[in-house]
């Protein structure tokens, strides 16, 4: 921001100046004052700035001072401020990313808290120009009665010399200001795209990518990333990146719903995602109609998608070689297919599960597991043995988490119970170079299982 001299008259040369400035310090902050071009460009000799702060750091004060030709300094500067147009000193604020600043303006004005501020003297050292009109925004202000306003000096600094110079009323000063934008919301709910147009299939498809690939399908711009993952809360309830969102985003799409809907009516559903490891197939068991769902497994699967799945049914897959994301999805709330969803081939577990009605209500997504396949220390059945195993076990003994798939799993030291010390055997084994678990042994080698203090009979 330049402050500028505009002298389009003749007049004497001025060979010094000092000014007071105040801005709006808890809008922007102070990043330089230099000298401007008229001043840099004559090689001034002495060119000097202090900054303080008033009123808790909200008011920022800056005071420069300027001399042609200083005593004692050799040689002589180029020029001196005679009639032209240009800049004295320049000024570099930064305006801080702040949502709440918005629509504001930082002024940027003079202030006169002695007689000798915001002058001008001349070249031989003779005359003082200090304030005629003073301005506000676009009007004169009259002139004050005392010192220490922003509105110029009184007539009784002009009664006398000023610092043993004569006064002339002959400088107009004109405030200025940093206007802070109001600029658009950072993002528009249900436009995942940010193309400025929320609700459409766009948006839908990007969904579903991001269902697919991860956070790997959006900006990989962290702040644009932030505002597509704000913008992902189509139904306005405070969570992103569900599948409820691509539901309800899609329902208004087809015209099925607003986009501000109303409070979901309840938070106690639930449905039940159960893969069979031998049938390798996934059924629901659900009360309603689902709009389909988001299933995440670990490992290589392919599904088979089931044929009796409505027409208007979205069904895709993709394996990133980690996991496999499948997604079955509808618009509207024809029935879901009945307790079978997919089959499948290839192997992999159930890991996640993502699901939605066409009430938008919160429903909690179970995973069960028939005929599972388990190891010996797999303990959360991720296909691995490490200190998870470990973790998920003591969770389960002394915090009521969940239960091992197999509780045979659990015993691996094969000591015919399990215990702490079967956790202290897996961190062992983990990071001490213990021994494996044992061999898994079947509930009827073990007779009983005890967890938690309760004892699980075999009663095969």
Not at 71 to 76: E, K, L, W
Not at 170 to 191: L, N
Not at 279 to 307: H, M, N, Q, R
Request: aromatic fraction near 12%.
């Amino acid at each position: 921001m330049p402050v500028r001299l505009d002298r389009d008259e003749a007049g004497p040369e001025f060979g010094s100046f000092k000014l007071q400035i105040h801005y709006t310090a808890f809008l922007v902050d102070l990043v330089s004052v230099e000298p401007g071009d008229m001043v840099s460009g004559c090689g001034w000799e002495q060119f000097d700035y202090q900054l303080s702060m008033l009123n808790a750091d909200s008011l920022g004060i800056i005071t420069i001072s300027a001399v042609a030709d200083v005593a004692g300094i050799p040689g002589t500067p180029g020029c001196y401020l005679g009639p032209a147009l240009g800049s004295i000193v320049n000024l570099k604020f930064h305006v801080p990313n702040d949502e709440s600043n918005q629509c504001q303006a930082a002024f940027v004005r003079f202030f006169w808290p002695d007689c000798g501020d915001n002058s001008f003297t001349t070249r031989d050292g003779d005359s003082l120009y200090v304030a005629d009109d003073v301005y506000g925004w676009d009007y004169v202000l009259p002139v004050p009665a005392t010192l220490s306003t922003y509105a110029g000096l009184p007539n009784s600094c002009l009664s006398g010399p000023i610092e043993g110079k004569t006064p002339y009323r002959a400088i107009t000063y004109k405030p200025g200001y940093i206007d802070i934008t109001c600029g658009p919301d950072p993002f528009a709910r249900g436009d995942f795209n940010l193309n400025g147009i929320p609700y459409e299939i766009a948006d839908a498809v990007l969904y579903c990518e991001y269902f697919m690939h991860g956070l790997a399908a959006l900006d990989p711009n962290p702040q644009i990333l932030e505002m597509q993952i704000q913008a992902s809360d189509a139904n306005n309830d405070g969570t992103t990146l569900t599948f409820r969102d691509l539901t309800y985003l899609l329902r208004i799409i087809v015209g099925d719903a607003l986009p501000f809907p109303d409070p979901h009516v309840v938070d106690t559903l639930s449905a039940t995602f159960t893969q069979d490891f031998d049938a390798k197939v996934i059924s629901v068991d659900f009360a309603g109609d689902l709009s389909g769902a988001y299933l995440e497994f670990t490992g290589d699967i392919v599904p088979t998608f089931f044929p009796a799945a409505p027409v208007d049914f979205f069904q895709w897959y993709s394996f990133d070689g980690v996991k496999t994301h499948v997604m079955t999805l509808s618009s509207t709330p024809n029935p879901t297919p009945g307790p079978i969803w997919l089959t499948y081939t290839g192997e992999g577990n159930l890991a996640f599960v993502g699901t939605s009605d066409f009430n938008d209500n919160y429903i909690q997504a179970n995973i069960a597991y028939q005929n599972a396949p388990t190891l010996c220390g797999d303990i959360n059945f991720d296909n691995t043995t490490s200190i998870s195993d470990a973790v998920y076990l003591i969770g389960y003994i002394f915090a009521g988490g969940p239960p091992p798939i197999d509780e045979a799993d659990a015993d691996v030291d094969c000591s015919g119970i399990v215990t702490i010390s079967d956790a202290v055997y897996l961190i062992t084994y983990v990071f001490g170079g213990g021994a494996a678990p044992c061999p898994k042994l079947s509930l009827s080698n073990l007779g009983s299982v005890k967890f938690n203090g309760a004892v699980a009979t075999d009663k095969s």
